[in-house]
């Protein structure tokens, strides 16, 4: 089992920017997960899919952030414009059933924007 | 509002002890409750979950105990081993959400 899996592991970017962040869930679960870690807030969570659905985004920051699942095997986070306060790690995770129970996260993809 | 936290920041132990790690929450439709284990440049890592309907589960080494009358939760690590430092966090997720609320952390730091 090849786990969650992100790309790219490292961004960085220039105020202003387009970023477009990847993650592929484990084969099989149908729930997906966007957080989103920094040292003054923590883990938050941004937005969850069930079976390629958004099911709650209120925890998207603003407009420039946007969530996508075309498919059940991938999702991207994009933020047009980045910001410098967007710098954090994004981490993708993913669970089997529609309750978000067992969690499995990915590696993580830390994003600078200078 | 809803919050999970955790009683200590730091906790320093020896290899071979014991560790036990606390966690607090004030929500009290928290029905779910689970334990990752965070190590430097990694992502969270499942270690043991438990749901409001039981007090006490065990894994390999880890137990988890759930005090619903005074909403704390605790994890304990059993001959805390040097591989066992990371930062561990504890979180929750109330009736009808899927969506888990992270505490803030707590380091655990084993001493050979």
């Known amino acids: 089992d090849a786990g969650v899996i992100q790309s790219p592991r490292h961004e960085v970017t220039e105020m202003g920017q387009e970023v477009t962040l990847r993650c592929k869930p484990i084969?099989?679960?149908?729930?997906l997960f966007w957080y989103r870690q920094t040292m003054m807030r923590g883990l938050e969570l941004l937005i969850y899919?069930?079976?390629?659905?958004?099911?709650?985004d209120s925890g998207m920051p603003e407009d420039r952030f946007s969530a996508k699942m075309p498919n059940a095997s991938f999702s991207t986070l994009k933020i047009q414009p980045s910001e410098p306060r967007d710098s954090a790690v994004y981490f993708c995770?993913?669970?089997?059933?529609?309750?978000?129970?067992?969690?499995?996260f990915g590696p993580g993809t830390r994003l600078t924007v200078t | 509002g809803e919050s999970v936290g955790l009683h200590l920041p730091t906790l320093s132990v020896q290899e071979g002890d014991n560790s036990i790690i606390n966690c607090a929450y004030s929500?009290?439709?928290?029905?779910?409750f689970i334990w990752y284990k965070q190590e430097s440049g990694k992502g969270p890592q499942f270690i043991i979950d438990?749901?409001?309907?039981?007090d006490k589960r065990q894994g390999q080494r880890v137990t988890v105990l759930l005090n619903k009358t005074v909403k704390h939760l605790s994890l304990q690590i059993a001959a805390t081993q040097p591989g066992d430092s990371a930062v561990y966090f504890c979180?929750?997720?109330?009736?009808?959400?899927?969506?888990?609320?992270f505490g803030s952390g707590t380091r655990l730091q084993v001493q050979p």
């Open positions: 084969s099989g679960h149908n729930s």
């Open positions: 979180a929750e997720m109330g009736t009808g959400r899927r969506a888990l609320t």
């Open positions: 899919f069930n079976n390629n659905v958004p099911i709650d």
């Open positions: 929500n009290s439709a928290s029905d779910y």
């Open positions: 438990i749901r409001s309907n039981m």
């Open positions: 995770a993913s669970s089997l059933g529609p309750q978000g129970y067992e969690q499995y």
